[in-house]
């Protein structure tokens, strides 16, 4: 009998997780279910049958200062990672974003696995660090599956290989969200104010963030004393959100799953979220929000000094316009002081955030939203090299 066709899927985030899950998904649509999967990854990987071979929140730090102190560790599970392939011998092995990790992967199996195809999926920031960092991928990877349509070129000048297959968030539902099921469920007036505050999806973010959020929602309570804040969170930091939230000075309400993040998405009236995948939900939600992100000083320090780090944006939809649709607050920037009135600007005036959803509305139509599936492209993408590569 033999085996059915085995991909070996590796993420090392939320954001990487949900990618995963719906490449996992559309694999198995394409295949008839005559996949199996192993590798690494977290909740929606294992919703499509992934037994994650360790922990995916292990690997879920940002940040030179936060990955210092773990650096054995991670290097460890390279290794135990590197192990699990040579014993499964997969037909493919598709590592996602988290470069830092699956590239030691990769290069691994460069050495160790040349027979196996080595696809990456989602392309590094190259704008915005050094562009010879595209040689580096190029020198390790066979294929690279791009979320953005003009990033392709930037790596194929090196010889690598790479398909742009669009961004799976604008297949996410984000935008088919119940507000008014969710303000009946939880007990929130139809007339009250409503802020979705998204602190981020890492322990090292989350603990950044958290102060700033608690310092944000003491100014906003002043003016808004009736506002009510929605907390979407995820297992990797969910106990440490709750923690926190429940010494808030506002009613705090905290979800845990996709359906009550998005019906919680249409009931907002404004949104603060860090930087990341979740904005862009937030924009295909239609939802104005506030975006903010801080790293350690050392961290911001080596990024801006030794490693070229240059970008005009944070966020995707402020990217694609060219203009700050979503207001960002960033390191230095990223206080109360600030962040408080760009929230409180949004729940006084209608008229701005109508603005706003149109301008989010015609980011996501650049983005992709309403053409054919990132992610069954992905999985055909990933079919068809397979069948490539076993082409004599």
Same mark, same amino acid.
């Given at each position: 009998?033999?085996?059915?066709?085995?991909?070996?899927?590796?993420?090392?985030?939320?954001?990487?997780?949900?990618?995963?899950?719906?490449?996992?998904?559309?694999?198995?649509?394409?295949?008839?279910?005559?996949?199996?999967?192993?590798?690494?990854?977290?909740?929606?990987?294992?919703?499509?049958?992934?037994?994650?071979?360790?922990?995916?929140?292990?690997?879920?730090?940002?940040?030179?200062?936060?990955?210092?102190?773990?650096?054995? !560790?991670? @290097?460890?599970?390279?290794? =135990? #990672? %590197?192990?699990?392939? /040579?014993?499964?011998? $997969? +037909?493919?092995? &598709?590592?996602?974003?988290?470069?830092?990790?699956?590239?030691?992967?990769?290069?691994?199996?460069?050495?160790?696995?040349?027979?196996?195809?080595?696809?990456?999926?989602?392309?590094?920031?190259?704008?915005?660090?050094?562009?010879?960092?595209?040689?580096?991928?190029?020198?390790?990877?066979?294929?690279?599956?791009?979320?953005?349509?003009?990033?392709?070129?930037?790596?194929?000048?090196?010889?690598?290989?790479?398909?742009?297959?669009?961004?799976?968030?604008?297949?996410?539902?984000?935008?088919?969200?119940?507000?008014?099921?969710?303000?009946?469920?939880?007990?929130?007036?139809?007339?009250?104010?409503?802020?979705?505050?998204?602190?981020?999806?890492?322990?090292?973010?989350?603990? !950044?963030? @958290?102060?700033?959020?608690? =310092? #944000? %929602?003491?100014?906003? /309570?002043?003016?808004? $004393? +009736?506002?009510? &804040?929605?907390?979407?969170?995820?297992?990797?930091?969910?106990?440490?959100?709750?923690?926190?939230?429940?010494?808030?000075?506002?009613?705090?309400?905290?979800?845990?799953?996709?359906?009550?993040?998005?019906?919680?998405?249409?009931?907002?009236?404004?949104?603060?979220?860090?930087?990341?995948?979740?904005?862009?939900?937030?924009?295909?939600?239609?939802?104005?929000?506030?975006?903010?992100?801080?790293?350690?000083?050392?961290?911001?320090?080596?990024?801006?000094?030794?490693?070229?780090?240059?970008?005009?944006?944070?966020?995707?939809?402020?990217?694609?316009?060219?203009?700050?649709?979503?207001?960002?607050?960033?390191?230095?920037?990223?206080?109360?002081?600030?962040?408080?009135?760009?929230?409180?600007?949004?729940?006084?005036?209608?008229?701005?955030?109508?603005?706003?959803?149109?301008?989010?509305?015609?980011?996501?139509?650049?983005?992709?939203?309403?053409?054919?599936?990132?992610?069954?492209?992905?999985?055909?993408?990933?079919?068809?090299?397979?069948?490539?590569?076993?082409?004599?």
């Amino acid at each position: 009998m033999t085996r059915p066709l085995t991909i070996y899927v590796i993420a090392g985030e939320p954001s990487g997780d949900l990618l995963g899950g719906r490449l996992m998904a559309g694999l198995k649509a394409r295949t008839a279910g005559e996949v199996a999967f192993a590798g690494i990854g977290g909740e929606s990987m294992r919703a499509e049958g992934l037994e994650s071979l360790f922990p995916m929140a292990e690997l879920t730090v940002m940040g030179l200062v936060e990955v210092l102190p773990r650096v054995p !560790r991670i @290097l460890r599970r390279v290794r =135990e #990672t %590197l192990d699990d392939i /040579a014993a499964k011998q $997969p +037909d493919a092995i &598709v590592t996602i974003d988290s470069w830092g990790f699956t590239g030691r992967v990769q290069k691994g199996c460069q050495s160790r696995f040349p027979h196996i195809p080595r696809i990456h999926y989602v392309a590094p920031m190259v704008w915005a660090w050094k562009p010879k960092r595209t040689k580096k991928l190029a020198a390790v990877l066979d294929l690279l599956m791009t979320l953005l349509p003009f990033e392709p070129e930037w790596f194929e000048k090196d010889g690598l290989r790479s398909v742009h297959v669009g961004h799976p968030v604008v297949e996410s539902g984000a935008e088919r969200g119940d507000g008014a099921a969710f303000r009946l469920r939880h007990g929130i007036a139809a007339d009250a104010p409503v802020l979705v505050a998204l602190p981020g999806s890492r322990m090292s973010e989350t603990g !950044r963030l @958290l102060p700033l959020f608690v =310092e #944000t %929602l003491a100014r906003l /309570a002043e003016r808004f $004393p +009736d506002l009510v &804040v929605v907390v979407p969170t995820v297992e990797t930091v969910a106990v440490t959100v709750r923690a926190a939230a429940a010494h808030w000075p506002l009613r705090a309400i905290i979800v845990d799953n996709r359906t009550e993040k998005y019906d919680a998405f249409a009931a907002g009236t404004a949104g603060l979220a860090a930087s990341g995948t979740v904005a862009l939900e937030l924009a295909l939600a239609g939802l104005p929000s506030v975006v903010v992100y801080r790293v350690s000083a050392l961290t911001a320090f080596v990024a801006r000094r030794f490693m070229g780090f240059k970008i005009k944006w944070a966020t995707l939809v402020n990217m694609v316009l060219d203009r700050a649709v979503m207001p960002e607050f960033l390191q230095e920037e990223c206080r109360a002081d600030q962040v408080a009135p760009a929230i409180a600007a949004f729940l006084d005036d209608f008229g701005d955030r109508a603005a706003r959803r149109a301008d989010m509305a015609e980011a996501m139509r650049l983005l992709g939203y309403g053409g054919p599936s990132p992610s069954d492209r992905a999985a055909a993408t990933v079919l068809d090299f397979i069948a490539e590569r076993r082409t004599p």
